[in-house]
């Protein structure tokens, strides 16, 4: 783990976990424009280049507010940017939830579950969290098992974002 201004650079085998730039904004669009990426989140449609600079400015400032924040996915051999995981402060129920969305081509290999527990470790391990959560659409199976294979356990349905949603915690 090394630290940044801006925050931290967490490297796992297969992939480097870092702070967002400017400088992903293009790969980042690709991604979020991806057919069906969103899915299971509660706003469904593609984002727009103005969305991704907001989105990038926001994990800047939420790591510069509480040393935690989603982190560009990147593959350790090339540096081509999959996707995001990382830490996001949920002020509505103050809590912390680890999150992640990669692009198409890395689903069903791994990357997820490798990111997320990084993630998580980092968070009980450097930032002190006692509580790490994690929320899925009640259909993403697949999310679920990642978020078991972190060590979150399932603990209820309650709404988040106006969407009902599995809620899992490493707090049971």
């Known amino acids: 783990m090394e630290s940044t201004s801006k925050g931290f650079t967490l490297t796992t085998e297969r992939m480097i976990?870092?702070?967002?730039?400017?400088?992903?904004?293009e790969a980042l669009l690709a991604i979020t424009q991806e057919p069906g990426i969103f899915q299971y989140f509660p706003t469904k449609s593609a984002w727009g280049m103005e969305k991704v600079e907001r989105s990038i400015q926001h994990q800047t400032n939420h790591w510069q507010t509480f040393r935690y924040g989603q982190m560009?996915?990147?593959?350790?051999?090339?540096?081509?940017?999959?996707?995001?995981?990382?830490l996001e402060f949920l002020p509505d129920t103050n809590e912390t939830e680890v999150g992640y969305l990669l692009g198409h081509a890395f689903w069903g290999k791994g990357y997820a579950t490798e990111a997320a527990r990084v993630c998580?470790?980092?968070?009980?391990?450097e930032i002190g969290l006692k509580e790490i959560?994690?929320?899925?659409?009640?259909?993403?199976?697949?999310?679920?098992?990642?978020?078991?294979?972190?060590?979150?356990?399932?603990?209820?349905?309650?709404?988040?974002?106006?969407?009902?949603m599995f809620r899992f915690s490493n707090q049971v």
């Not at 560009?72 to 990382?86: D, H, I, K, S």
């Open 17 to 25: 976990l870092r702070p967002f730039t400017m400088n992903d904004r």
């Open 72 to 86: 560009a996915v990147t593959l350790r051999e090339t540096g081509q940017l999959m996707g995001w995981c990382g």
């Open 120 to 125: 998580v470790e980092f968070g009980k391990s």
């Open 133 to 164: 959560i994690g929320l899925t659409d009640p259909l993403n199976v697949a999310s679920q098992r990642v978020l078991e294979k972190c060590g979150l356990a399932f603990t209820r349905r309650q709404v988040y974002f106006g969407m009902e």
